[in-house]
């Protein structure tokens, strides 16, 4: 366990909440370290892992109004992916590529999150694309309220437009467009960056030659916080600022969350090519979930026994949505010149 103590949170979360976050924390790590299992095994291709993200992006959903608000969510984001609504079986059924994949029928690669009914944006593979996508969503949300179309109080519509991404991909052009876009219309957007210090291989230092993302927030005339993304109380109340500021007319802000990712880039990555295993070990200290687990513990929230029934809960989640998409068909190759556009009309 990790000494570390968590930062106490500003907004007043219930017991209840507390720990459907850390279930939703454990859930994530479970069934992501069983897809590195199947990879390992040979029974899938490609995974991207979330390990040592869990806190960023569980901060970020609870935050917001989930299933509601618009996410535009990036390949990584397993974790805030799960808490807004998606299943462990949705995701492996993308894993293996089988018929129910609801992501995208098995063309893409897995991880390309997405859901019509949970507001959830189907992303491209190619980084920071989501971010002027983003900024146009937060522009549709704003004209809808100022012309009277919607209730900008109505929390059953779309008040608030979520995107996420790591921080190699703010050297890309679409990014910085979005967020200008985001600043000169003072749009109801959250980017949230997290900054893991590798882009793929490549250290910050060799990205960007500002001590941290945040600091360019203010040259879009938006508001920068920089968060430590390994405690999910703090990443919380960081959000949850920045959530009251969209919907409450305040414009866009701009969140990077520092955290580590404790595993290669991708299935297809050899870390130890670029980072020591020191350092990785050292890192693994700040575990999210650990430094969670071990607050709750302190205050008498999570007992053991609630320990070990979160975890029997999760493996048998786990194994239920591995063994259900193994066992789906494969979808026939014809199928993969339908749902692509929409059927001509008579």
Request: hydrophobic fraction near 40%.
């Amino acid at each position: 366990m990790s000494t570390e103590t968590l930062a106490l949170p500003r907004t007043q979360l219930s017991e209840e909440t507390l720990l459907e976050m850390y279930w939703m924390m454990l859930l994530s790590r479970r069934v992501d370290e069983r897809a590195w299992v199947l990879h390992r095994q040979g029974k899938i291709t490609f995974h991207v892992s979330a390990i040592g993200h869990e806190a960023a992006q569980i901060g970020a959903a609870f935050a917001i109004n989930r299933g509601v608000d618009y996410v535009n969510p990036y390949y990584r984001d397993l974790a805030l992916s799960l808490a807004i609504g998606t299943t462990a079986l949705d995701f492996m059924l993308g894993l293996f590529a089988k018929v129910g994949d609801p992501f995208s029928g098995g063309r893409q690669m897995p991880s390309h999150f997405n859901s019509h009914r949970l507001n959830i944006i189907s992303g491209s593979s190619v980084v920071a694309s989501q971010v002027p996508q983003t900024s146009g969503l937060a522009f549709a949300i704003k004209y809808r309220q100022t012309q009277g179309m919607v209730d900008p109080k109505d929390t059953s519509q779309p008040r608030l437009a979520l995107t996420c991404l790591g921080e190699g991909s703010t050297s890309q052009g679409d990014w910085h467009e979005g967020l200008n876009w985001a600043g000169v219309h003072h749009l109801p957007m959250i980017c949230l960056v997290q900054n893991n210090v590798y882009a793929i291989s490549v250290p910050i230092q060799s990205q960007m030659a500002v001590k941290n993302v945040a600091d360019r927030a203010s040259a879009y005339g938006i508001v920068g916080v920089t968060v430590d993304g390994n405690d999910v109380l703090a990443m919380y109340d960081v959000m949850k600022e920045a959530a009251e500021r969209a919907y409450n007319g305040g414009g866009a802000t701009l969140v990077e969350a520092k955290t580590y990712r404790m595993t290669p880039h991708s299935s297809d990555d050899d870390d130890r090519s670029y980072r020591t295993r020191e350092e990785v070990e050292e890192w693994k200290k700040k575990d999210p979930i650990s430094r969670f687990q071990s607050y709750l513990q302190a205050e008498g929230i999570l007992t053991q026994a609630l320990i070990d029934d979160y975890e029997a809960r999760a493996r048998d989640e786990v194994d239920a949505a591995h063994k259900t998409a193994e066992a789906a068909p494969s979808p026939a190759p014809e199928d993969t010149l339908g749902d692509v556009y929409a059927p001509l009309e008579d």
